[in-house]
C-alpha cells in the first residue's frame, strides 16, 4: 500500500486530511489540522503519516512532536489516533511502518498513541502484537459518559436524572440566560477559570491559550463558547466542539456567586442543543474517574478527591459510560524512554 510521512515543516492539504478525519469512524477534533496549529503555537509541531490509494487517504495520523533539554530528541505523540481500521491487519501495518519511519526521522525516543477507541481485550492485545505497550502516562481522559443526541430535545431530557432536568428549568426560572460568547469576553471568561481551579483545585492553561483556542475552532463553526449570565453578570462559561458527527465539552468555569441558580447545567443543556443542531450524533462530558460502572455509582456521594465531583455532575445528564483503550508507548531508544519515564514519577 502506498505510504507517505509529511515531517514537520512540510504543508499538508489541509482539506484532504480534514475532510479525511472527519469521515473516519474514529476520527476527532483533536486530529483536526486546528488542533495542531494550536498546539504548534505552544512547543509543538505537527508531521503526518498517511496510506493512500488513488489519491485518497485510507489511514494516518497527525503526529505532535516536542523536543526534549540538551537535544535529547523528542517525544511524539498522537491524540485521539491513528485513524485506522485496527482489523486490517495490511492497512495497520502499512500506517505504522511509516509512522515509524517518521518519529525515527525527526529522533523520537518514544510515540505515544491515544486511539480513540473503546477498551476491547482484543484491541489491547493487537496493540502488544503490533509492538506497543500500555503507558505509565496517559493524557486523555480515560474514562467518559456518552450523551446520544439522535433522540428529539424532549427524550434526550427524559434520559436525564430527574434532579438534572429539574436544575434545568431550575436555572431558566431563576433568570440564568445563556448567550455566544465573543472574543471581547476571554478575559471575564479566563478569570472565570481562574476562580474554578483555585476552588476544585486543577490546572489551566494560560489566557493565551484559550485565545488561540477561540480563534482557531470558533469562527469556524467547529468551537462554541457559551456564556451564563444572570442580571447581566457573568456566572459561568464552557467551550465546546464539533466535528463529524461527534462534539466534546473540554472546558468549563463557573463563579463562586449565583450557584444556587444552577448556571452549569442550563450551559450544557444548551451545549447540546448547539451540537444537536450541527449534526452531532454523541456528546462527550470528557472525563470522569476511571472506575466501573458499579464502583462510580457505589461511591460517587461519599468521594470528592479527583474527578468524583465532576462524575456527581455529569451523571445527571444520563448517558453511557465508556473506557477508552488508553495511552499505548512505541518505544525507540529504551535508556531515555526510561530517563523520561523515572523524571515523570
Known sequence: ?????????????????????????????????????????????????????????QAGAQVLFRPLPLGLGCVAYVPKGPLVNWTDDALTGALLDALHHLCRRQRAIFLKIEPDEEDRPALAQRLQAWGFRPSPQTIQPRRTILIDLTPAPDNILAQMKSKTRYNIRLAERKGVTVRAGTEHDLDAFYRLMLITAERDRFGVHSRAYYETVYQLFVPRGIGRLLLAEYEGELIAGVMVFAWGDKAWYMYGASSDAHRERMPNY????????????????????????????????????????????????????????????????????????WLYCRALR
Not at 515531517?7 to 489541509?14: L, N, S, V, Y
Not at 468521594?303 to 488508553?326: A, E, I, N, S
Open 1 to 57: 500500500m502506498p505510504q507517505r510521512i509529511i515531517t514537520p515543516g512540510e504543508m499538508i492539504d489541509a482539506a484532504a486530511w480534514d475532510g479525511f478525519v472527519r469521515a473516519a469512524p474514529n476520527g476527532h477534533v483533536l486530529q483536526t489540522t486546528a488542533w495542531a496549529r494550536l498546539k504548534g503555537h505552544f512547543g509543538w509541531e505537527a508531521g503526518y503519516a498517511l496510506v493512500e490509494e488513488a489519491n485518497r487517504i
Open 266 to 337: 442550563l450551559l450544557q443543556w444548551q451545549a447540546m442543543l448547539w451540537a444537536k443542531s450541527h449534526g452531532c450524533r454523541t456528546y462527550d462530558l470528557w472525563g470522569i474517574p476511571d472506575e466501573d460502572e458499579e464502583t462510580l455509582e457505589a461511591h460517587f456521594l461519599d468521594r470528592h478527591d479527583g474527578l468524583w465531583g465532576v462524575y456527581r455532575f455529569k451523571r445527571g445528564f444520563g448517558g453511557r459510560v465508556l473506557r477508552y483503550v488508553g495511552a499505548w508507548d512505541q518505544v525507540y531508544r529504551p535508556a531515555l524512554y
